[in-house]
C-alpha cells in the first residue's frame, strides 16, 4: 500500500440499528485529487471521521498515510490538513491566535506563510473568531488546513460559506497542492466543485462507494448541449436517430439537441452540410451524478 494515501477495506459503521457505513472499500493514489461525493446524508463525514479517528468503525480496517489512525494518530496528524465542513473553535482568541497555536502544535509555520494565505482569501488576520461569519470562519479553516503544507489534506464540503470568487480561488490552492506532489481527498455533494480540480472521484451511496471514475471519462459521457447552424436547410430526422443524440430542434437553420457521450456520430453527420457555426456546452456531469441516486432514499450518516 505504499502508494496509497487513503485505504480502507470492508469499512462498517452504525449507529444502533442506522446504518453509516456499509463495507467501504476507497483507494486514494498518493499526489491525486480525489473527489468523494455523495448527498447529505450519503456516508461522506461518517468516512472521514473514521480516517482521522474522531470515531471508531464498528469494523474493517483503515489506512493513512502507511499507518493506523488509531495506533500512529499522534504522528498522522502533523502529516495531515484537516477541514471540516463547519470550522468552529474559541471565539475568544483572534485569529493570528489561533493560527499562530494551531502551527506551533505542527513545529511552527512561517508568519509570510499565513499573511500570504490570508491574503489571498481576503482574511483580516486582526479580527477576533467570534466576529466573524461563517464564510469568514470557514477562511480561518482553510488557512490552518493548507498553512503547513501537510502530505494529505481531508476536505470535507471546504467551500461552505464561501463566495463564488473566493471558491475560485480555494479550487487554486486544491490545484497548487496537487502540482507540490500533496494529496487532497475533498469531499462534497456538489459535481461542479470538484470536476475543475479532481483526477478521479468516488460516488457514495447508502454508505457504499457504487462507483470510482476519472473526471476525463466522466466528461467524455456527460450531457452537453450542443447548437448547429448550418448554411442550407437540414431536417430533424437526419439526426434524430443518431447514437447519444435526443431532444432535437429545428429553428430556421439553426440545429439544437442534447448529446449524451462521444460526439463523433453527431459530427460526421453534420459534416454532410455545411456548417458556419457549432456551440457546445460543457459536459453537464450533474446531471450524470444525479443518475447514481435516482431513487435511492438518502438514509445514511
Not at 459534416?271 to 435516482?294: N, Q, W
Amino acid at each position: 500500500m505504499a502508494d496509497l494515501a487513503i485505504h480502507t477495506e470492508q469499512l462498517t459503521k452504525m449507529y444502533g440499528k442506522r446504518r453509516g457505513l456499509a463495507g467501504l472499500d476507497l483507494s486514494v493514489d498518493t499526489g491525486e485529487v480525489y473527489g468523494f461525493l455523495g448527498p447529505n446524508g450519503a456516508g461522506k463525514t461518517t468516512t472521514i471521521r473514521i480516517l482521522l479517528d474522531l470515531i471508531r468503525p464498528t469494523s474493517g480496517r483503515v489506512e493513512l498515510l502507511g499507518g493506523d489512525p488509531r495506533r500512529d494518530g499522534v504522528a498522522l496528524r502533523r502529516r495531515i490538513g484537516y477541514l471540516p465542513g463547519d470550522f468552529i473553535v474559541d471565539g475568544k482568541q483572534t485569529v493570528t491566535e489561533l493560527l499562530t497555536y494551531l502551527g506551533n502544535l505542527r513545529g511552527g509555520i512561517p508568519r509570510e506563510r499565513v499573511t500570504t494565505l490570508a491574503g489571498r482569501l481576503d482574511l483580516d488576520l486582526s479580527a477576533k473568531i467570534r466576529s466573524l461569519s461563517k464564510g469568514n470562519r470557514q477562511k480561518v479553516g482553510v488557512v490552518q488546513a493548507f498553512m503547513h503544507q501537510p502530505e494529505l489534506l481531508i476536505l470535507d464540503e471546504p467551500t461552505s460559506g464561501l463566495d463564488p470568487l473566493l471558491q475560485q480561488t480555494f479550487l487554486d490552492m486544491v490545484r497548487e497542492a496537487r502540482t507540490a506532489g500533496q494529496t487532497v481527498f475533498m469531499s462534497s455533494h456538489v459535481m461542479s466543485e470538484v470536476q475543475q480540480t479532481a483526477d478521479r472521484v468516488g460516488i457514495v451511496r447508502e454508505g457504499v462507494l457504487v462507483a470510482v471514475e476519472r473526471v476525463e471519462d466522466l466528461r467524455e459521457r456527460g450531457v452537453r448541449r450542443v447548437e448547429i447552424h448550418f448554411e442550407d436547410p437540414v431536417t430533424v430526422e437526419e439526426f434524430a436517430g443518431l447514437p447519444g443524440v435526443s431532444d432535437v430542434t429545428l429553428t430556421a437553420d439553426v440545429l439544437r439537441c442534447r448529446l449524451d457521450g462521444r460526439a463523433d456520430p453527431l459530427v460526421k453527420a453534420a459534416a454532410k452540410h455545411t456548417v458556419i457555426g457549432l456551440l457546445s456546452e460543457e459536459p453537464d456531469l450533474e446531471e450524470l451524478f444525479v443518475t447514481y441516486y435516482r431513487g435511492a432514499p438518502d438514509d445514511a450518516a
